[in-house]
C-alpha cells in the first residue's frame, strides 16, 4: 500500500520546494553583530554615577574573582589598563573625575599567596593650597551613595553583612553571592548646606 499525503504535509512539501534557497544569512545579522560590536566599544564613564553602574554590571555578571579579568573590565568600563610599574602581572587604570578626585582600577596577583586580587578606589587630589584637615568637596563623589549602591547589589542578588573596615575605623559591608565576596568602603562627610546630616559615598570596592 503506498503512504497517503495528508493535506498538511503536502502543503508543507509544496512550500518547501518553493521556498527561495537559504544563504546562511538574514537581513537582521547584519544588525545584530553592529549592536555586539557597538555594546562591545564602549567609552570611559565620566560621572561617579556611571563609573559605579558599570561596576555594578561587572557584579551582575560575575560569579567569582576569576570573572573579574582585565579583558572583561576593559570591555565593561571601555578602558585600557596598562601593566602595573612595579608590580608583575598586575594592571591598573586612573582618570581624573573632577578637580578633586581621581577614579582607579586594580587587577593584581596577590605575590604572597598567588591569588587573584580586585581594588576599586576614589581618590582624593591633594592641591598646592590644601590646608590641613580640609577636605575636598564630597558631592562630587556621592551622586550614587553608599546606600543606593548597596540597594541596587541586593537587586543583582547579593546579600550584604556589615563589617568593620578602613583600619577598623568605619562600617562597611560585605556584599555575597555565590562565591563572590565584595567589601563596599565608605567616606562619610557633613554636607555643607546641611551640617547636621551624616552622608556616606563609595570610597572603595574591593574583592576579599
Known amino acids: 500500500m503506498k503512504p497517503r499525503l495528508t493535506?498538511?504535509?503536502?502543503?508543507?512539501?509544496?512550500?518547501?520546494?518553493?521556498?527561495?534557497?537559504?544563504?546562511?544569512r538574514t537581513d537582521s545579522q547584519p544588525?545584530?553583530?553592529?549592536?555586539?560590536?557597538?555594546?562591545?566599544?564602549?567609552?570611559?564613564?565620566?560621572?561617579?554615577?556611571?563609573i559605579l553602574e558599570r561596576m555594578l554590571e561587572m557584579m551582575k555578571a560575575s560569579k567569582s574573582i576569576k570573572d573579574f579579568t582585565?579583558?572583561?573590565?576593559?570591555?565593561?568600563?571601555?578602558?585600557?589598563?596598562?601593566?602595573?610599574?612595579?608590580?608583575?602581572?598586575?594592571?591598573?587604570?586612573?582618570?581624573?573625575?573632577?578637580?578633586?578626585?581621581?577614579?582607579?582600577?586594580?587587577?593584581?596577583?596577590?605575590?604572597?599567596?598567588?591569588?587573584?586580587?580586585?581594588?576599586?578606589?576614589?581618590?582624593?587630589?591633594?592641591?598646592?593650597?590644601?590646608?590641613?584637615?580640609?577636605?575636598?568637596d564630597f558631592t562630587e563623589i556621592c551622586d550614587m551613595d553608599f546606600d543606593e549602591f548597596v540597594q541596587k547589589a541586593e537587586k543583582l542578588g547579593f546579600t550584604q553583612?556589615?563589617?568593620?573596615v578602613q583600619d577598623g575605623m568605619q562600617m562597611g559591608v560585605y556584599l555575597n553571592?555565590?562565591?563572590?565576596?565584595?567589601e563596599a568602603a565608605p567616606w562619610y562627610y557633613y554636607p555643607k548646606n546641611n551640617p547636621t546630616e551624616k552622608r556616606a559615598c563609595i570610597r572603595k570596592i574591593s574583592i576579599v
Open 7 to 24: 493535506t498538511i504535509t503536502a502543503t508543507l512539501l509544496l512550500a518547501a520546494c518553493s521556498a527561495p534557497p537559504e544563504t546562511g
Open 31 to 50: 544588525a545584530n553583530k553592529e549592536t555586539v560590536k557597538m555594546s562591545e566599544n564602549k567609552t570611559p564613564p565620566t560621572t561617579q554615577r556611571e
Open 70 to 136: 582585565r579583558e572583561r573590565l576593559e570591555q565593561v568600563f571601555g578602558i585600557k589598563m596598562r601593566p602595573h610599574e612595579s608590580e608583575a602581572d598586575s594592571y591598573v587604570f586612573s582618570k581624573q573625575l573632577t578637580d578633586n578626585w581621581w577614579w582607579e582600577i586594580e587587577k593584581y596577583e596577590d605575590q604572597v599567596e598567588k591569588l587573584d586580587g580586585f581594588r576599586f578606589s576614589f581618590i582624593e587630589v591633594f592641591h598646592n593650597n590644601h590646608k590641613d584637615n580640609e577636605k575636598p
Open 161 to 164: 553583612k556589615l563589617v568593620i
Open 177 to 182: 553571592k555565590e562565591d563572590l565576596q565584595i
